[in-house]
């Protein structure tokens, strides 16, 4: 299995609202990360995992909530969350940290209302 | 860490060769060139890896020269499906608090005509 999974596909969610992203990888890679993409602009770095700790947090807003539950696994709590933070949410994972071969995945498309 | 610069856009037909060059000028020792591409909607794609010279793969190739102050990403014989943004990232091992940021630029919107 080569492949990063991330559920669900779309989501659409209210401000008031409490929903989470999951991501998923089998490849044995220790190193797992949020990123936020914005229509027409790059990646941005949210968050790094490093064998299942939080290593960097890109001072993002507490309404985003990670967990890493087990090397395979990756979730994203959102909670109270603003219109601006409509977005696309990409899932990566790697080798290691620092390794900078990284398997995406297709990412989530949110829509807050 | 190190920023890249490459150019915003870039137009070809199909069967050309297409290279997009990016710069990075303050490339650290242990600095590794890594090539994503990325079409509307999905995560990026890993396309090549480089640390100097070059480097070549069933889909690209990477030429860095011998400064590492800039690289090529060769497309072979593109067609339309090559259609996408491509982006040049610049990161290696690093130590401390640089280890495990690896951030996107602004990236290369290739555009295949047929």
């Known amino acids: 299995d080569t492949e990063v999974t991330q559920t669900p596909k779309h989501l659409v969610m209210g401000m008031t609202n409490k929903k989470s992203l999951k991501c998923e990888q089998h490849?044995?890679?220790?190193?797992m990360y949020w990123y936020k993409q914005k229509a027409k602009k790059p990646p941005e770095l949210m968050f790094v995992y490093s064998y299942e700790k939080l290593s960097i947090n890109e001072s993002v807003p507490s309404r985003f909530s990670p967990e890493c539950p087990n090397s395979s696994l990756l979730n994203l709590h959102l909670h109270a969350l603003q219109p601006e933070d409509s977005a696309l949410y990409l899932c990566?994972?790697?080798?290691?940290?620092?390794?900078?071969?990284?398997?995406f995945g297709s990412g989530t498309r949110l829509t807050v209302v | 860490l190190a920023k890249t610069t490459q150019p915003i856009s870039m137009d070809s037909y199909e069967g050309q060769e297409v290279n997009i060059t990016c710069s990075h000028n303050?490339?650290?020792?242990?600095?590794?060139i890594t090539w994503y591409q990325q079409f509307p909607s999905q995560g990026p794609r890993f396309i090549i890896q480089?640390?100097?010279t070059k480097v070549t793969n069933e889909v690209a190739s990477l030429f860095i020269p011998a400064d590492r102050k800039s690289s090529t990403l060769s497309l072979p014989r593109v067609s339309l499906s090559d259609t996408a943004v491509y982006y040049c990232l610049v990161g290696g091992p690093g130590r401390g608090s640089t280890l495990g940021r690896l951030y996107f630029g602004r990236g290369t919107q290739l555009t295949v005509w047929p």
């Open positions: 990566a994972s790697s080798q290691a940290v620092g390794f900078y071969g990284y398997t």
């Open positions: 480089g640390y100097k």
């Open positions: 490849m044995g890679h220790r190193a």
């Open positions: 303050n490339i650290a020792t242990n600095d590794y």
